[in-house]
């Protein structure tokens, strides 16, 4: 892993793999962000690393063929980690299109470039022999199995059963990556996390949304009577279980990564009231999303035994961690909230680029 295309990498996750991978890896000698830059992507998140030789940044679609075949060319990629997604289930309601030409179309853009630019003989459909140490991860997520009953957990081998256009978009993208490894024999990987929180997430989400609205004394919208339960994940962990997968996971195998932390949402809400010092009366119970998942639980046996990862934050050290995060970076959130952190992106690359 030397020369690594990270698609999304101005978003929440991706943006802390940058992070992650440019502090901890000393072996990275190019890292090129490829991001659109759509509502949840910001080059704010990566101010700390604009300065860094190895770190570059391209503005552009996934779905753009000859951009990402150009960037194959120019930078002589063995390793992607594809994040590139819209990922938010309300907007899916409201644009399943969307979801299915950037989540599937976009997946089978980059996995096409991968093919052309790694096969020893791309003209020979049936050699299976690509270059060596290469490889393919698709970032994926728990939402592709559906929803589980009071009990049981997510392993590797449950069945895809997705309930939204997001989580179906992404179901999609996954089996894709799969036909890829099995009918050309790419070198690939699938990881599928839990909810993640951490520093840098959009204020849509449920943590940074509810610090956000209690911070400002508005009503926290939770939906129906908030016990969907769900595995919370902080995002530093993930990204050392991605980075973990990069090095050691074996070729076309999935691995979920689970935080062990199952909490209902209602809870989350509650603690975060209780750290913050307001009111529980600032809770409004909405009607709820359709189609909404009542619980997810992620078995992370598979990773944790043969990868040798481990979660390292328990949900209470994180959770304050992130809210003190979201505390001393009012002005992200603010500036986030109103769009102005577009502005960011015009005065450092727009402007620059013109006469």
């Not at 190019?30 to 503005?59: I, P, Q």
């Not at 299976?128 to 049981?152: F, H, I, M, N, P």
């Not at 809210?323 to 986030?336: G, T």
């Not at 102005?340 to 013109?354: F, G, P, S």
Request: hydrophobic share 35%; with cysteine.
């Amino acid at each position: 892993m030397k020369r690594v295309l990270v698609t999304g990498g101005a978003g929440f996750i991706g943006s802390n793999f940058v992070h992650y991978l440019l502090g901890h890896t000393d072996g990275v000698e190019c890292l090129v962000n490829l991001d659109a830059l759509t509502y949840a992507g910001n080059l704010e998140n990566l101010t700390a690393v604009e300065s860094d030789t190895r770190y570059h940044f391209v503005k552009g679609d996934i779905r753009d063929q000859k951009l990402v075949d150009n960037l194959f060319c120019e930078h002589n990629f063995d390793t992607v980690v594809h994040f590139a997604a819209e990922s938010h289930v309300d907007r899916s309601i409201e644009e399943p299109e969307l979801f299915l030409t950037t989540n599937i179309v976009g997946t089978q853009t980059l996995l096409d470039a991968a093919k052309r630019h790694w096969k020893i003989d791309p003209e020979d459909k049936y050699s299976r022999e690509y270059c060596e140490g290469v490889k393919y991860l698709q970032v994926s997520t728990d939402e592709v199995y559906g929803a589980l009953g009071a009990t049981g957990m997510f392993t590797e081998k449950t069945p895809l059963q997705p309930n939204s256009p997001y989580s179906s978009s992404k179901a999609g993208a996954d089996l894709i990556v799969r036909a890829y490894h099995e009918t050309y024999g790419m070198p690939v990987n699938i990881t599928r996390c839990s909810n993640n929180y951490g520093p840098y997430q959009f204020p849509e989400k449920l943590i940074p949304l509810m610090i956000h609205n209690a911070c400002n004394d508005k009503s926290l919208p939770v939906y129906g009577d908030g016990m969907q339960i769900r595995d919370w994940l902080h995002v530093s962990d993930h990204c050392a279980a991605i980075a973990t997968v990069l090095e050691k996971g074996k070729v076309g195998e999935v691995y979920n990564i689970g935080g062990n932390n199952e909490k209902a949402n209602i809870e989350i809400v509650r603690l975060i009231l209780q750290e913050l010092g307001k009111p529980e009366s600032l809770i409004t119970h909405v009607k709820d999303r359709p189609g909404h998942d009542r619980r997810y639980a992620i078995d992370n046996t598979k990773i944790t035994t043969e990868l040798g990862w481990a979660p390292a934050y328990t949900f209470e050290q994180g959770i304050h961690e992130t809210i003190q995060w979201y505390l001393n970076h009012m002005e992200w959130v603010e500036r986030i909230t109103s769009g102005d952190y577009q502005k960011y992106y015009r005065d450092m690359y727009q402007k620059a680029q013109q006469p």
